[in-house]
């Protein structure tokens, strides 16, 4: 019998089993090499191992070291067979296959080998697998029943490890060292998978071990906790708490993770409705198996006693909340609306969807306010993260998302960071982007702070570009300024896939001196020659690809700074293939989705503009009602609106904009002034506190639908567990549009996704059947690309010629100044996740419990300040405390902060300064002064004031004296 493999087959997991491991990794070659593996020819592509071979084939081999996620190691031996003609027994994962090799996999002498192998593994391994956690979930368990091993002819006498001591002090996992068997695999996991190199083995032969860092505890070491050294393991050495306390789960889900923007998929593993463990699903084509302590470790939050599980109603903010039935609940929410548009107009209401629900519950919300409310006044927290995105890509490349897959980078040869941190943000894919620096590939970083990337483990030479905030647009000018001035560009790109009148307006704008580096550096801080340095790198690499983040859109200039990275990516021909592209890492898990489905006040669903009329046709026809033809109020207008006194009411979904926006203060003041604040959330959160309606959320877990994270990939969200509330958030929705008059009808969220692919064209392919299908869907699927679209505009761009952009630097308001020396910026951390509302209800408190505000230590000695000391930061926005940390990450004159904490007031002093386009905060640009304090600010105050009232209100008008404070209030203990 003949099995033939197609060499791209055997690499792609949608033709493989995800459940299976084919011991070493898949090898792409368009050369095919036969071998007859126990009699059975088998053909596959050069460089297989004949381990891998032979799993192709369904022959299994006994394997303890090996791992289709790593590479061959060959030190159990469990795996050697017999090879004709070749002396000994190789180890089938070190050995390639080659032309008409005989191998055999299963004789006497193969089997005595393989049970003495093990025999000396359980010499030194305690015999305790009735009471062991691994216990039905252990390859060493499996592979000595594999091998018929029946006995043990050494005694525990003599030198042994059995006695070693636990390691507990990760919060997800225990490290029991007496059951480890020195395979490696967790090593190499942390090398090859996650790329920190956090673990080792440390000494030789019987004195070998594994250690984390210099042989510290996890917690102490630089081990980040992704799990992949949990999941590599084949005892219980390294193990998961939660299934040490509650057993094995006996049944598993494949879902999509709730956290960031890199869409990992993953197996909730239960025991009947309750989540034992989360691991990443193997068949995944955004992670491949891969995670992070956010989505391995950080689910708990799910069923967290926080969790709003009853409606809740009230007149005012000042009153105690009132449980109620959902139906009172819906009724109550509509005659509110419905009483505030008769009173004071249609436009006087509207509603707000959040990146952190499905692509499903997204649509029904804009489809609510647009059908039901009767007006456009929608928006989404994409607002404050990527709108810049959409304006930008769609103006200069005529789409509104990124151009790659992730696994493009796999095929960079030099790699463009510009304002992100994938470390801490999407630590996922920087792993992926960490074997691509490994294998050589060259990295360029533009941000004013020294992040984790630029110290990649076995890579060296990283260029930092360490610019002053605020002059990202003067950087990409100078940029292209040395591309174009010394002839990088690509002639033959521009001419065949440019508009040709708006190259050579672009190029006589760019080729004027004011933008050569040695003019700019004054502006940006950043050397001439570095600049020089990284553009030539850049241009000159065969693949270059850019990646950005926050640190782009979140500026004044935002746009400008997206069009502009579209305009060196185009100017170098760096755009439709694979290792180049323009590459925005969307921060939460849904931003993609939130912006797709018509989140914004001028866009309906897939981009389509409100002021068309075949457009609006369109809808109109299926939705049964007219369509408001002018946009709608965007948040900050809603905001302003509120407090003049023209918006009265606010229907808000998965969304904290109390903690998100900036300017608290003035958000505060906004939703004061609402006569009805509707929150729909699985917390109390900040927004929360000053509702009137509470209708209680449901988590990730508890849903069907999809979300599509930053490279357009949709993926399938399954539920597992019944509603904590009795209600998926889509039929909230649906229940308040037909009590508000509007019928809305579905029964599963599948039917809700045929409506949206029947009207908008690039989800025209999408079904829950197609995703079912083929595991994940890039958008556009059509009857164009039936499959999707990995690689964007590989033969032209949607608008045809690629548009260049005049993008002339504008200083940000926000300058530094005697009164405010300082320039702060903001970003996020590894542990936790945007508001933090779901990470700080989880043991990741235990990585970063309270936001610190870090500064140079040229500035902190200027102003008296030590590590640790309470530090007053005050912009014209407002001020807050924080506690400082001396760090030389930023240069001198930029300081720095997460806002994961609500009391921290991280948004009560950035400003309403926005980008000029799409009014995307500028929270990366604020200008304060820092001094040494002893007490919290005036608003921290106020703050634990109404935190303590709020959840008083919420137990039934009880103050709630354990109510969290902010950390500024511990300065004096």
């Known amino acids: 019998m003949l099995h033939y493999y197609d060499p791209k087959q055997a690499l792609d997991p949608r033709h493989l089993s995800p459940e299976r491991d084919y011991g070493t990794p898949a090898r792409l070659s368009e050369t095919l090499v036969s071998l007859e593996i126990d009699?059975?020819?088998?053909?596959?592509?050069?460089g297989t191992s004949v381990l891998r071979a032979a799993a192709l084939a369904d022959i299994n081999?006994?394997?303890?070291?090996?791992?289709?996620?790593?590479?061959?190691?060959?030190?159990?031996?469990?795996?050697?067979?017999?090879?004709?003609?070749?002396?000994?027994?190789?180890?089938?994962?070190?050995t390639p296959v080659e032309a008409g090799m005989r191998v055999t996999t299963q004789n006497a002498r193969l089997a005595k080998l393989r049970r003495n192998v093990m025999e000396l593994y359980i010499s030194d391994h305690p015999l305790d697998c009735l009471t062991c956690p691994a216990n039905g979930d252990c390859e060493l368990q499996d592979m000595a029943g594999a091998v018929g091993l029946r006995e043990v002819r050494y005694g525990f006498d003599g030198d042994n490890h059995l006695d070693a001591e636990t390691d507990d002090s990760n919060p997800y996992f225990s490290f029991d060292p007496s059951k480890c068997i020195v395979c490696s695999r967790c090593v190499r996991a942390c090398n090859e998978v996650q790329g920190t190199f956090a673990l080792t083995i440390e000494g030789r032969g019987f004195e070998s071990k594994v250690a984390a860092g210099q042989s510290e505890a996890f917690m102490d070491s630089e081990c980040v906790s992704c799990g992949a050294c949990v999941q590599a393991c084949p005892t219980s050495t390294l193990m998961e708490k939660s299934v040490i306390e509650?057993?094995?789960?006996?049944?598993?889900?494949?879902?999509?993770?709730?956290?960031?923007?890199?869409?990992?998929?993953?197996?909730?593993?239960?025991?009947?409705?309750?989540?034992?463990?989360?691991?990443?699903?193997?068949?995944?084509?955004?992670?491949?198996?891969?995670?992070?302590?956010?989505?391995?470790?950080?689910?708990?939050?799910?069923?967290?006693?926080?969790?709003?599980?009853?409606?809740?109603?009230?007149?005012?903010?000042?009153?105690?909340?009132?449980?109620?039935?959902?139906?009172?609940?819906?009724?109550?929410a509509a005659e509110r609306l419905k009483a505030i548009q008769a009173r004071h107009g249609r436009e006087s209401i509207g509603g707000i969807t959040s990146s952190r629900c499905t692509n499903e519950e997204t649509y029904l919300v804009q489809k609510l306010v647009r059908a039901a409310f009767h007006n456009n006044n929608t928006d989404t927290c994409a607002r404050v993260c990527h709108s810049p995105t959409g304006f930008g890509l769609?103006?200069?490349?005529?789409?509104?998302?990124?151009?790659?897959?992730?696994?493009?980078?796999?095929?960079?040869?030099?790699?463009?960071?510009?304002?992100?941190?994938?470390?801490?943000?999407?630590?996922?894919?920087?792993?992926?982007?960490?074997?691509?620096?490994?294998?050589?590939?060259?990295?360029?970083?533009?941000?004013?702070?020294?992040?984790?990337?630029?110290?990649?483990?076995?890579?060296?030479?990283?260029?930092?570009?360490?610019?002053?905030?605020?002059?990202?647009?003067?950087?990409?000018?100078?940029?292209?300024?040395?591309?174009?001035?010394?002839?990088?560009?690509?002639?033959e790109f521009i001419a065949k896939r440019c508009d040709e009148s708006g190259y050579q307006a672009w190029r006589e704008f760019i080729l004027d001196p004011r933008h050569a580096p040695e003019n700019v550096e004054a502006i940006t801080?950043?050397?001439?020659?570095?600049?020089?340095?990284a553009a030539r790198t850049y241009a000159s690499a065969p693949n270059g690809a850019i990646?950005?983040?926050?640190?782009?859109?979140?500026?004044?200039?935002?746009?400008?700074?997206?069009?502009?990275?579209?305009?060196?990516?185009?100017?170098?021909?760096?755009?439709?293939?694979?290792?180049?592209?323009?590459?925005?890492?969307?921060?939460q898990n849904n931003v993609q989705g939130s912006c797709d489905m018509g989140s914004f006040p001028h866009e309906l669903p897939g981009y389509q503009h409100v002021a068309d009329p075949a457009v609006r046709q369109r809808f109109e026809a299926a939705w049964g009602v007219p369509i408001d033809d002018e946009p709608g109020l965007r948040i900050p207008n809603m905001f302003d609106a509120a407090i003049a006194g023209d918006f009265k009411a606010l229907y808000v979904q998965g969304e904290d904009i109390a903690q998100s926006d900036p300017n608290t203060q003035h958000v505060e003041q906004a939703l004061r002034s609402l006569e009805c604040l509707i929150v729909q959330d699985i917390f109390l959160n900040e927004t929360a506190k000053f509702a009137h309606v509470l209708l209680p959320g449901s988590s990730f877990l508890e849903k069907d639908g999809t979300f599509t994270n930053a490279e357009r990939r949709i993926n399938r969200v399954r539920k597992v567990m019944p509603p904590l509330a009795g209600k998926q958030d889509w039929e909230v929705t649906v229940d308040l549009a037909n009590a508000l008059g509007y019928p809305m009808h579905y029964d599963h969220p599948a039917q809700i996704m045929d409506e949206i692919a029947s009207l908008t064209p690039s989800f025209s392919g999408v079904s829950y059947a197609r995703l079912d299908e083929l595991g994940s869907i890039q958008w556009p699927c059509n009857e164009v690309h039936p499959k999707g679209t990995p690689t964007m505009h590989i033969e032209d761009f949607p608008i045809g010629l690629g548009q260049f952009a005049i993008t002339d630097y504008v200083a940000s308001d926000e300058l530094s100044n005697r009164r405010f020396p300082l320039l702060l910026t903001t970003g996020r951390i590894l542990s936790q996740y945007n508001v933090g509302a779901q990470t700080r209800r989880t043991d990741n408190q235990a990585w970063h419990d309270e936001d610190v505000l870090e500064l140079h230590p040229a500035d902190a000695e200027l102003r008296g300040v030590r590590d640790g000391d309470w530090v007053g930061i005050t912009s014209r926005a407002g001020q807050t405390v924080l506690r400082a940390r001396i760090s030389e990450r930023m240069p001198p004159g930029v300081v720095y902060t997460t806002f994961h904490h609500p009391g921290s007031g991280a948004n009560v002093i950035t400003t309403d300064s926005s980008d000029w386009a799409t009014n995307c905060p500028e929270y990366k640009v604020t200008a304060v002064q820092v001094e040494k304090v002893s007490q919290p600010s005036a608003w921290q105050q106020q703050f634990q004031s109404f935190d303590r009232l709020q959840l008083g209100l919420l137990r039934g008008g009880k103050d709630e004296a354990g109510a969290s404070r902010p950390p500024a209030e511990r300065a004096n203990e």
């Open 39 to 46: 009699g059975t020819e088998i053909s596959v592509p050069e």
């Open 394 to 491: 769609k103006a200069t490349l005529g789409e509104s998302a990124g151009t790659q897959t992730f696994d493009s980078v796999m095929k960079a040869d030099a790699i463009v960071v510009i304002g992100a941190n994938p470390t801490d943000a999407h630590p996922v894919f920087a792993s992926q982007m960490r074997k691509r620096l490994r294998q050589g590939a060259e990295l360029i970083v533009v941000d004013p702070r020294r992040i984790d990337l630029l110290k990649t483990p076995h890579h060296r030479g990283a260029q930092h570009l360490a610019l002053r905030p605020g002059t990202n647009v003067a950087m990409i000018n100078a940029l292209a300024h040395v591309v174009i001035s010394e002839g990088l560009e690509d002639r």
């Open 525 to 533: 801080g950043v050397p001439a020659e570095q600049v020089r340095r």
């Open 547 to 587: 990646y950005y983040g926050l640190g782009v859109t979140e500026h004044s200039q935002g746009s400008s700074m997206v069009m502009g990275i579209a305009n060196l990516a185009m100017a170098t021909g760096n755009i439709g293939r694979e290792g180049v592209g323009v590459n925005p890492l969307r921060g």
């Open 61 to 94: 081999i006994p394997k303890l070291c090996a791992s289709d996620n790593l590479e061959a190691f060959g030190s159990c031996r469990l795996c050697a067979v017999q090879i004709e003609g070749k002396r000994g027994l190789p180890a089938s994962c070190t």
């Open 246 to 332: 509650q057993g094995q789960p006996e049944h598993s889900v494949v879902t999509t993770c709730a956290y960031c923007g890199v869409g990992c998929s993953f197996k909730a593993e239960m025991q009947g409705d309750r989540v034992v463990r989360m691991v990443p699903y193997k068949g995944g084509d955004a992670n491949h198996g891969h995670s992070c302590v956010k989505g391995r470790f950080a689910f708990g939050y799910a069923t967290h006693p926080d969790r709003l599980k009853t409606p809740m109603i009230r007149e005012s903010i000042d009153q105690p909340w009132r449980e109620v039935g959902w139906e009172e609940a819906i009724a109550f």
